[in-house]
Nanobody, 115 residues
Framework: QVQVVESGGGLVQAGGSLRLSCAAS????????ISWYRQAPGKSRELLAA???????NYVDSVKGRFTISRDNAKNTVYLQMNSLKPEDTAVYYC?????????WGQGTQVTASS
């Protein structure tokens, strides 16, 4: 089993930056894909970015050029650097780890970008 814990959320003015962290229990090298999702009030959960064990990355169009996903295998941590935040980025952000057929979710961290 894998446990993931998100941190780094908070309140920031529009145009500002935040870096979210996703700390995984155990080695993340055994995890196939780690992804970041978000869910805004009244909306469905949205996939934002993903990084594979080999370091390949993918982003949804709405965050390309603003968000960067990266991993530090030595720290068993994946990051989401978020720049140029907009009020519409306000949501709870979740980290999820996919290993084999199982997907593990964190508890989420709130990000609020004020206008």
């Amino acid at each position: 089993q894998v446990q993931v814990v998100e941190s780094g959320g908070g309140l920031v003015q529009a145009g500002g930056s935040l870096r979210l962290s996703c700390a995984a229990s155990g080695s993340i090298t055994s995890i196939n894909i780690i992804s970041w999702y978000r869910q805004a009030p009244g909306k469905s959960r949205e996939l934002l970015a993903a990084i594979t064990g080999g370091g390949s990355t993918n982003y949804v169009d709405s965050v390309k050029g603003r968000f960067t996903i990266s991993r530090d295998n030595a720290k068993n941590t994946v990051y989401l650097q978020m720049n140029s935040l907009k009020p519409e980025d306000t949501a709870v952000y979740y980290c999820t780890a996919l290993r084999g057929p199982y997907q593990y979710w964190g508890q989420g961290t709130q990000v609020t970008a004020s206008s």
